[in-house]
């Protein structure tokens, strides 16, 4: 079954065939957390757990893979086993890498890496700009209809407003990935 179809057998709710098939990415899952201080039933629980996750990515609307399934499951699985060892006060630096890592994790690592950074630093903006960003760019509202649904003078101001909350949210980005990569460079001990 290739990885179009089980997405397909995920969206239909036909997931018996689908799920037979992503248990097979398992043994790969229990031995990276095997490796990295975990048990079998920790393997289990994560692997399930990003099932889970992907099964709820799967039914949304324009949700596509940008890599083998395989590879998607199991970077869920290493970020949650990261947070996990995180969470147990056990973490220290990267995980033992695994001989047989798919060629194009460190690509999706670093790229939810990424994302995960501009969330936090759109969350970390305040609900005010949150609430302007998500009107312009979700919603698709006119800088019009935001100045009146946020009480400002009109579109002009609406435009500035976005302006500088984008430049905010770029500023706190750039600060984020910065620290973040400097983190990465501190020597554990």
């Not at 201080?37 to 324009?62: N, S």
Request: glycine share 8%; charged share 30%; proline share 3%.
């Amino acid at each position: 079954m290739t990885d179009p179809e089980i997405l397909s057998h995920l969206r239909s709710c036909a997931t018996h065939k689908a799920l037979v098939k992503l248990y097979g990415h398992l043994p790969k899952v229990e031995r990276m957390v095997r490796n990295n201080g975990g048990t079998r039933a920790d393997a289990k629980d994560l692997f399930q757990d990003a099932l889970i996750i992907l099964l709820g990515k799967a039914k949304e609307d324009g949700f596509t893979l940008n890599c083998a399934i395989g590879t998607y499951l199991y970077a869920i699985c290493r970020n949650k086993w990261m947070e996990e060892l995180r969470r147990r006060g056990r973490f220290t630096q990267e995980l033992t890498a695994m001989p047989d890592e798919p060629g194009d994790l460190a690509q999706l690592l670093a790229d939810e890496g990424r994302s995960a950074s501009a969330e936090r630093a759109l969350r970390s903006l305040g609900d005010k700009c949150l609430d302007l960003l998500k009107r312009f760019y979700l919603l698709k509202e006119s800088l019009q209809q935001i100045a009146s649904a946020i009480g400002l003078a009109g579109e002009g101001a609406a435009k500035t407003r976005k302006y500088k909350c984008l430049e905010e949210a770029r500023r706190r980005y750039r600060e984020l990935l910065a620290r973040d990569a400097s983190s990465n460079l501190q020597p554990q001990g």
